[in-house]
């Protein structure tokens, strides 16, 4: 038994394809937990991010909050949660998720909007550019390409551990793993951790697309 | 075309005020008055120190000094970057401490060291960025800055590239573009220059020169660079470590009468020679006697004094010198180079007095505006000119002390032989830019060829105010600025 014996197994079996424990289904799943919490993470991340950039308040704060929070154990904290709030929906799933993400996140855009080159911000700060708009004008469309790989990095991170969400009776590729493991049904094993796996590198190729469509050409310098 | 600002581009009732001063021969409030200015910053350095300051109206006022003396600090205070610690800064008789700071700021061009131009967005909209944070819509913004970029010397084709795609000397004409944009009657400029190689550092002086002529802005240049300081300002402020304004003066008479040793010596060696930059070759005799068509005969044309004859061609442009004895036919064949020609009335008696000392036979070759011969003249003839040159001046009131006690009013100072024009109304930028920068362009126009070139070839497109090349700033004294 390999492991091409246990792709061929899952992928080919019709009863994997349909239905509420089809891949498509489970594939739906995998991105809703998966954007729900990088948007949450987002939200909070990116807002605090710009504004210490901006400011250059609260940087150690930061630090000490992303050490923190890359120490948290993913794991313990769903199963933490579970125990506290109960198998309430996907709220214990997400708290997991989102702290898993906001690190990077936020630490990237806060070290990205810091990077930029002070002369234009001067610049613009001369000319009479309210905060805000040098922030949104100046700063941020040259951070850009950083302040996307902080998201590139969470998503893939929640991608991934998203599959832990299956342990509370969740859905997404988690399923295959948490159940086969149960059944020592390997090739759903396997195909699951393949497909998550998939879904991370997918994950990249979105991030570099975004990047081509919102990041000036005059930032990337025609890489 | 040139100088005129649309008037659309004036935003602020500030602005209006200063568009109109410059209709009008500037003898209005000074624009910028820095009073009793302090700046000490958190940690108790002091860098500026109790410093008075009236930047005169329409021309460019020179903030220099060694590294460190408190140059960015005063600049800054001005824009409201820094908010000084004591004193206060009028801007049009109104304390800015008390105006909203972004339009403030907008009303004032801001260029500094390395061009801080955005590099996320293309050249064109890099200087439409002041029109459109004025609410200008997108077309209108990038027709102006396509206009812009005609008067700084930029090719149209560079209007869609990114910064990155520039040179240094590019990058640093799109910044003196960008501040231009909503024609703001002040331009404040930190060392704009510096990072820039020497050739190109002389071409973007030239330049500023040259717009200066056309658009008459009151400019704030800060640099460490005297020699930059000389070219570019029509008043100079030297200052000294810890803040201390040593001198406030005009060029020449920063070189003629250093206040201390401080200012002497940061002026540097060869003060008397580069302050003949200042004085006109328009008076200068020059004969015509030794000089002879090629192939013509050349009886009673050779002085006692002179054993050569100025060879031209038959379109009056020199071709050479002739080594000659009185009585008898030079050899038109064996030529002698002339070196460089000086344009008689356009240049100054540093610049004859440089092609006397570099000739091969030790006199200069003084051409008209089209290159054509105008006369030689000899080494001693020059000196003689430098002698009545310091002598008129001696006997002018305007000399320095009270050139000092008006610094509002550079102009009176810089042309003391010629007060009548000076205050002629119907001439306005005779009168208010004596040292008239759109001559500096011509001087200064590639390299050293410029006195050979053709008036046409000139990059400057002088306002319709200056002399055309063909009335060379004739009135003795005028002075003029040429290379230095
Ligand atoms: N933000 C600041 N905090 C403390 N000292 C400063 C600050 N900025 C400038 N200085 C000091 O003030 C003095 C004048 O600085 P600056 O105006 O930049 O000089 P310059 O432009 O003539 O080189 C220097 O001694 C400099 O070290
Ligand atoms: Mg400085």
């Not at chain 2, 240094?168 to 944009?181: P, S």
Request: charged share 20%.
């Amino acid at each position: 038994m390999n492991i091409l014996h246990f792709l061929n197994t899952f992928f080919s079996d019709g009863a994997n394809w349909h239905g509420q424990n089809g891949i498509p289904h489970r594939l739906l799943e995998h991105l809703q937990y998966s954007a729900i919490a990088l948007a949450i993470a987002a939200a909070i991340g990116l807002p605090i991010g710009l504004f210490s950039g901006h400011t250059g308040r609260g940087g150690y704060a930061l630090s000490a909050f992303a050490t923190g929070a890359r120490a948290l154990p993913s794991f313990g904290l769903l199963v933490l949660m579970t125990v506290w709030l109960g198998e309430l929906g996907t709220t214990p799933a997400m708290i997991p998720l989102v702290a898993l993400a906001v690190a990077p996140i936020l630490v990237t855009t806060h070290e990205a909007i810091r990077s930029v080159d002070p002369a234009p911000v001067d610049a613009a700060r001369g000319m009479g550019m309210t905060s805000l708009s040098v922030l949104f004008q100046v700063e941020v469309p040259v951070a850009l390409p950083l302040i996307l790989g902080g998201l590139r990095s969470a998503a893939i991170q929640v991608v991934s551990t998203a599959t832990i969400a299956a342990y509370i009776s969740l859905g997404g590729f988690g399923r295959y793993i948490i159940d086969g493991l149960a059944s020592h049904t390997y090739a759903d094993v396997v195909g699951g951790a393949v497909l998550v796996a998939g879904l991370a590198l997918a994950t990249i190729g979105l991030f570099w697309a975004i990047g081509r469509l919102v990041v000036s050409p005059g930032v990337r310098r025609g890489c | 075309m040139a100088g005129n600002p649309d008037a659309h581009a004036l935003s602020s009732p500030r602005a209006k005020l200063a568009r109109n001063d410059l209709s009008t021969p500037r003898r209005g409030p000074t624009l910028i008055r820095i009073e009793s200015v302090t700046k000490r910053y958190a940690d108790g350095t002091v860098a500026v120190d109790d410093l008075t300051l009236d930047i005169p109206d329409g021309s460019i006022t020179v903030l220099v000094g060694p590294s460190g003396c408190g140059k960015t600090t005063t600049l800054r205070m001005i824009n409201r970057m820094i908010e000084p610690t004591g004193g206060r800064i009028l801007l049009d008789g109104q304390d800015i401490h008390q105006q909203p700071v972004n339009a403030l700021r907008r009303s004032m061009g801001y260029v500094i060291q390395n061009a801080g131009l955005f590099q996320h967005r293309t050249i064109v909209d890099n200087i439409a960025t002041v029109p459109r944070m004025l609410g200008w819509d997108r077309g209108r913004a990038r027709k102006r800055a396509m206009e812009l970029m005609e008067r700084v010397g930029l090719d149209a084709g560079l209007a869609k590239r990114y910064p990155y795609q520039l040179s240094g000397g590019q990058q640093q004409r799109v910044g003196v573009a960008r501040a231009l944009a909503a024609d703001p009657p002040v331009l404040l400029m930190d060392e704009p220059f510096s990072a820039v190689d020497p050739i190109v550092r002389k071409g973007l002086q030239a330049e500023l020169l040259r717009i200066q002529a056309e658009l008459g802005k009151t400019i704030v240049f800060v640099t460490h660079d005297i020699d930059e300081a000389i070219k570019l300002g029509n008043m100079i402020a030297v200052m000294r470590t810890g803040g201390h304004l040593a001198q406030f003066a005009p060029p020449d008479e920063l070189l003629s009468a250093p206040a201390d040793a401080f200012v002497e010596d940061f002026l540097g060696t060869d003060r008397g020679i580069r302050r003949l930059s200042f004085f006109t070759s328009a008076g200068l005799d020059v004969t015509t006697e030794p000089v002879v068509t090629t192939g013509a005969d050349a009886a009673g044309h050779v002085l006692p004094e002179l054993p050569f004859l100025l060879v031209t061609d038959a379109d009056g442009k020199p071709l050479g010198w002739a080594r000659a004895e009185q009585g008898e036919q030079p050899d038109y064949a064996d030529l002698l180079p002339h070196g460089r020609p000086f344009v008689l009335g356009r240049e100054s008696l540093r610049d004859a007095l440089d092609c006397a000392v570099l000739s091969p036979t030790g006199w200069a070759v003084a051409v008209d505006g089209t290159g054509r011969v105008a006369g030689v003249t000899s080494q001693e003839t020059i000196a003689t000119a430098i002698r009545e040159a310091h002598a008129a001046r001696k006997t002018k009131p305007a000399e320095p002390g009270s050139a000092a006690a008006d610094p509002a009013n550079p102009a009176a100072a810089e042309d003391p032989v010629n007060p009548a024009e000076a205050a002629d109304p119907a001439n306005p930028a005779a009168a208010e830019d004596p040292v008239n920068p759109a001559d500096a362009a011509d001087a200064e126009a590639p390299a050293d060829t410029a006195a050979t070139e053709t008036p046409a070839d000139t990059p400057a497109a002088p306002g319709p105010d200056a002399p055309g090349p063909d009335t060379p700033d004739g009135d003795a004294g005028h002075p003029v600025r040429a290379t230095r």
